[in-house]
């Protein structure tokens, strides 16, 4: 490469101060190895992978249900999927929280790279600081972290269109493709296009307005066409709405609203959201404010979406925001000179490499480290090497939230994490067994002919196992608790 051509691109590498929030966070994931793979549904997705890659296609059959073998179930996350059963296959588990700290740690430094383009450089850390603990909250090892990065370099790419007054690239389509076949969010992508697209036709002078607006909605129906290419096809852009408005969803702790005791953070980013731009009499275009109010209606809905407004909110404000606040704290935004001023322009290749180096050091450390998983709250380790060693088969009745990981060890739960799949009415009959065993347990269990169950220790179900005839208890311990049946099941 030329010299010249160097200079340009070094233009474009990261500040030291976007290293350094990298590498941090890439560091603050390893240390939160255990919150990253807290939930069972990541061992389910990274079963899914193993059988695409194993088979070579898509399935639109349920290969893994014992309740209900065969149904109809499409891996419309299929990329990430397989992206996790490869970094599993790498690295066993380990793998696992390495790509996923490397897609947050990689969200993050995209996030002030944008920031730091519009706002002072306290305010673009301040912001990115709050969006990471917002994060927190749903911080797993699952094809949502890993289409961040995407979601990320689609919403910059938008919001530089604007800046400049142009239309984004078609190459920008292809991106939405591949979120798409990543993730489910990314109707939020297209979204954010459209309202870009109605900010274009409202902010173009009198003649161009109908110009500006066709321009961005071709943009926006070929980037919903490149949507359309995955397993799913229509029903892909139908289904996160379907979830969503599932009756029973909001059993799933990440899909009911959220509790501001639990979760301060976000009771102090509304407030910030409210006392802020009161205090210093910062305003956002009529456009901007109808996302961020939004995202704001997504994250009170759902505990879930609590990240998109800390991570989006401030990217789509910031170019308004930035020259208000710059007018107000002229001399904050303006002090970047002497030792360190240089932290926030664009680091040389040295520095670049030097980090990734320190970066790789890292992981190769982590991966030298042993990290054997352990009995939890989703993962039935000791209980499923029981009911392995008993060469217990037939059909089993199980805790909800231990059937993701019964497929990653080759079990067939009666119902695991793809509330979508199993639907409201199998959901419910399956609830009100569980959580009304007296009157509902035993009706269902001689229904489905179930021959052993794998239940949550303690629960109301699993005491209620105890006292029902031609049942034995065989293993319990402080997450599981198996029960056999003894008798004929009709």
């Not at 749903?138 to 972290?145: F, T």
């Not at 142009?166 to 389509?173: I, K, T």
């Not at 802020?276 to 759902?302: C, D, I, K, N, Q």
């Not at 993701?404 to 994490?417: E, K, Q, R, W």
Request: include cysteine.
């Amino acid at each position: 490469m030329r010299p010249a051509a160097l200079g340009q691109a070094a233009a474009w590498l990261p500040s030291p101060a976007v290293l350094l929030v990298g590498l941090t966070s890439f560091a603050i994931c390893l240390a939160l190895r255990h919150q990253l793979l807290g939930d069972g549904d990541t061992f389910l997705h990274v079963a899914a992978g193993q059988w695409l890659l194993e088979h070579r296609a898509i399935p639109h059959s349920d290969p893994f249900s014992g309740g209900l073998p065969g149904a109809r179930w499409v891996a419309h996350e299929w990329l990430a999927e397989i992206i996790l059963a490869l970094a599993h296959k790498a690295g066993d588990i380990q793998g696992l929280v390495l790509i996923s700290a490397a897609a947050f740690a990689l969200m993050q430094m995209l996030m002030l790279h944008s920031l730091l383009r519009y706002l002072p450089p306290p305010y673009a850390l301040l912001l990115c600081a709050v969006a990471g603990a917002l994060f927190a909250v749903h911080l797993l090892a699952r094809p949502h972290l890993l289409a961040m990065p995407f979601a990320m370099l689609w919403s910059m790419a938008l919001i530089e269109a604007r800046q400049q007054g142009r239309v984004p690239s078609l190459w920008w389509v292809l991106l939405m493709g591949l979120w798409a076949n990543l993730h489910g969010s990314f109707p939020l992508g297209l979204g954010f296009a459209g309202l870009m697209a109605v900010e274009a036709g409202l902010e173009a002078e009198a003649g161009r307005r109908w110009r500006a607006l066709l321009s961005w909605a071709g943009f926006v129906l070929l980037a919903t066409l490149a949507t359309l290419v995955t397993p799913h096809g229509l029903d892909g852009m139908a289904f996160p709405f379907m979830l969503s408005g599932m009756s029973t969803v909001t059993d799933l702790i990440e899909w009911q609203s959220p509790d501001f005791r639990a979760y301060p953070i976000l009771e102090g980013t509304l407030i910030g959201l409210v006392g802020v731009p009161l205090a210093l009499g910062l305003r956002l275009p009529p456009v901007r404010l109808v996302l961020l109010l939004g995202l704001l209606h997504l994250a009170l809905t759902s505990l879930r979406h609590v990240e998109l407004l800390g991570i989006f909110g401030p990217l789509f404000a910031a170019p308004a925001l930035g020259p208000q606040i710059a007018r107000l704290r002229a001399a904050l935004a303006s002090r970047d000179d002497g030792l360190v001023g240089p932290v926030w322009r664009p680091s040389g290749w040295p520095l670049l490499g030097a980090v990734l180096l320190l970066a790789s050091m890292m992981a190769g450390a982590f991966m030298g480290s042993p990290m054997p998983l352990t009995n939890a709250d989703s993962r039935p380790i000791s209980a499923i090497e029981v009911a392995r060693a008993r060469a217990l088969n037939g059909p089993v009745l199980n805790a909800y939230n231990f059937g993701s990981y019964m497929i990653f060890a080759g079990l067939h739960p009666y119902i695991d994490g793809r509330m979508d799949m199993y639907g409201p009415d199998y959901y419910s009959a399956y609830r009100d067994a569980i959580q009304r065993p007296d009157t509902h347990l035993a009706a269902l269990l001689d229904q489905r002919a179930i021959a052993w169950t794998l239940l949550a220790a303690g629960t109301a179900a699993a005491r209620e196992m105890d006292r029902l005839p031609n049942w034995q208890r065989i293993h319990a311990d402080e997450v599981a608790v198996i029960h056999v049946r003894t008798g004929d099941p009709r």
